[in-house]
């Protein structure tokens, strides 16, 4: 059974704040891993992913991975309230077609 | 601009009613899923298609059924709805070549009554 954990939340942080979402996954063969966000009613939509060890920066966010400890993470800078949301760890396996889901982290911006 | 459509947004069944949700992606993606949503429990894989005519069980099959008979298309059939299973489902498709993200449809809430 392939399995993808993270905290489920709520995780609540003031306006301005780091937020720091985690995840770890159970497959070693696993090769890519995506970050979605998904606001309440709506589909999840993606943030950004990540396939090499270290970090990966896109604007206020960053996805840090480490294959070796089967951790990746997302780092929100100066987080905003529309950054409310609950954020989908992913990962897809050794074929790469397949998708694997956690069950998200609620993330909650205080203005 | 890429998209993945459901055929309604939200829909009220009865028990023992046959049930059909429809998907349709124009990126000419070979992968397409279906999921459904619940609360506390995250997203889980019903079915999905690697291509046409093709389909494999996810982790909660039961219950339901599929057809793709056109890449673009993969339909969920439910044959005959339960109240368990009143839930959001989300279609999703992705391309087989290189690092491939799933885009989501916007969903169906279904409620069977």
């Known amino acids: 059974q392939k399995e993808v954990e993270q905290n489920s939340g709520p995780l609540s942080v003031p306006e301005g704040a780091i937020a720091s979402l985690n995840c770890t996954y159970s497959d070693r063969g696993s090769q890519s891993f995506f970050w979605y966000r998904q606001y309440s009613g709506k589909s999840p939509e993606l943030i950004m992913f990540i396939y090499s060890n270290g970090d990966k920066e896109d604007g206020r966010f960053t996805a840090q991975l480490n294959k070796a400890s089967q951790y990746v993470s997302l780092l929100i800078r100066d987080s905003q309230p529309s950054d409310s949301a609950t954020y989908l760890c992913?990962?897809?396996?050794?074929?790469?077609?397949?998708?694997?889901f956690g069950t998200g982290t609620s993330l909650t911006v205080i203005p | 601009d890429v998209k993945v459509t459901q055929s309604s947004r939200y829909l009220v069944k009865r028990t023992g009613e046959k049930v059909f949700l429809e998907c349709v992606q124009d990126m000419d993606h070979e992968n397409m899923f279906w999921y459904r949503q619940d609360p506390g429990l995250g997203l889980r894989l019903i079915y999905f298609?690697?291509?046409?005519?093709?389909?494999e069980k996810g982790d909660i099959p039961e219950g339901y059924s599929v057809s793709r008979e056109k890449k673009e298309r993969f339909s969920l059939i439910l044959e005959s709805a339960s109240t368990n299973q009143t839930s959001m489902y989300l279609c999703?498709?992705?391309?087989?070549?290189?690092?491939?993200?799933?885009?989501f449809g916007p969903g169906t809430r279904l409620t069977v009554l």
């Open positions: 298609s690697y291509d046409v005519k093709m389909k």
């Open positions: 999703a498709s992705s391309d087989q070549r290189g690092v491939s993200e799933q885009f």
């Open positions: 992913a990962v897809n396996g050794w074929d790469g077609n397949q998708f694997y």
